[in-house]
């Protein structure tokens, strides 16, 4: 135990250090073409013999999912916490719709193009596979979204897509998982489980999304609280749901993305301490993340690297993101250098990397090499090709729009 408790600290020592080395040079690094997801996997990758030879696979694993859990719940809650209901119809057209038609259709197609390259997987793996590959992740293009030059309409399009469709991917992902685990295997008690993971979640999220942010602003208007507080009152409000949906049988995962949105939207003062807090830890928890993908999972899924996969993987970046994407912002006014803009800035990242290693520990899956060689793959060449292109073509719609 004395050895295990060792091993773990030398990791954290490692990504803090990291880290630390990162921050300092972090404004000539904004100049280059490197990207935070770039450097990190690549930092992983390189100290992947050394990190794999820390701890069995067991606990590298079960240190990893501890990890892919702190940060998945921060990012669903505060994601959903910034967007405002009242807004979607008209502020948020274009991302509903990239929402609403084109992430099932990605899903749909990417599951039909998954069971054909991977028929032996069974249906049920392609879902998820799918489903795992579906969310995007702007913080890898993130020239783009700050970008001055791409018009508001397109970044903001991206950013919002980007922070709610991890959310609404998780019933996918969770449906996959169960069909195809190896270990649920009497379709009733199947049935049951996912209706009460899927059901139990958002209740209890909405309730305390929605007295959690009540009683913040009942402080607030009493000067009962300090400034200071509120950021732990958004921590806690976000692992309360986590936790309190676990133990009556929900999706933590689901209960946080709701209690957030509810919070958000209930919460009638500015909610800039979720800003603050995820620009400074939850940019460490990102950055650790990154490590581990490329220090525990990409050498894995490249070890079982095949065609197939190469195929995969080039699919889901290409024609599986653009094809659902283009049908969805049909009548939207948008040129088509635009729509297709959006339809290759799905980055596919943070969201893939955390859901894959809370549902490998989880769960267990026929054919998993392929699973994992698959998300590795597509993971990896999205943070090299969407993060060495994104300043270059912000310039170019910039150019375009202009003219």
Known sequence: MEHSGTNIELIVLGILVCTIAYCLLSKVVSKSILTLPIIFVGIGYLCAPVTQSLGTTVELRQSARFLAELTLVLILFADASHVRFSGLKVTFAIPLRMLIIGLPGSIALGTLVVFSVFPAGGLALALLTAALLAPTDAAIGQAVVSSARVPERLSQSINVEGGLNDGLVLPFVLLGAILASTNMTETDGLALFAVTQVVLGP?????????????????????????????????????????????????????????????????????????????????????????????????????????????????????????????????????????????????????????????????????????????????????????????????????????
């Open 203 to 403: 209740v209890v999220g909405l309730a305390i999304g929605w007295i959690n942010a009540k009683a913040l602003d009942y402080v607030q208007q009493r000067d009962w609280i300090v400034g200071s507080a509120q950021g732990i009152v958004f921590l806690s409000t976000a692992f309360v749901s986590f936790i309190a949906a676990v133990l009556v049988g929900g999706n933590g995962f689901i209960a946080a993305f709701v209690a957030g949105a509810v919070f958000g939207n209930t919460y009638q003062n500015d909610i800039h301490f979720i800003k603050e807090f995820m620009e400074g830890a939850g940019q460490l928890l990102t950055m650790a993340a990154f490590l581990v993908f490329g220090a525990l999972m990409l050498p894995d899924g490249l070890a079982h690297i095949s065609w197939s996969t190469v195929l995969v993987a080039i699919s889901f970046l290409t024609v599986i993101r653009v094809l659902p994407i283009l049908v969805s912002l049909a009548g939207t006014g948008l040129a088509m250098r635009e729509k297709l803009f959006l339809g290759w800035f799905g980055p596919r990242g943070l969201a893939s990397i955390l859901f894959t290693l809370i549902i490998m520990d989880e769960f267990e899956f026929p054919n998993e090499e392929e699973l994992l060689a698959c998300v590795s793959l597509t993971v990896a060449l999205s943070v090299l090709l969407h993060g060495v292109s994104a300043s270059p073509l912000a310039k170019r719609i910039g150019n375009s729009t202009e003219t």
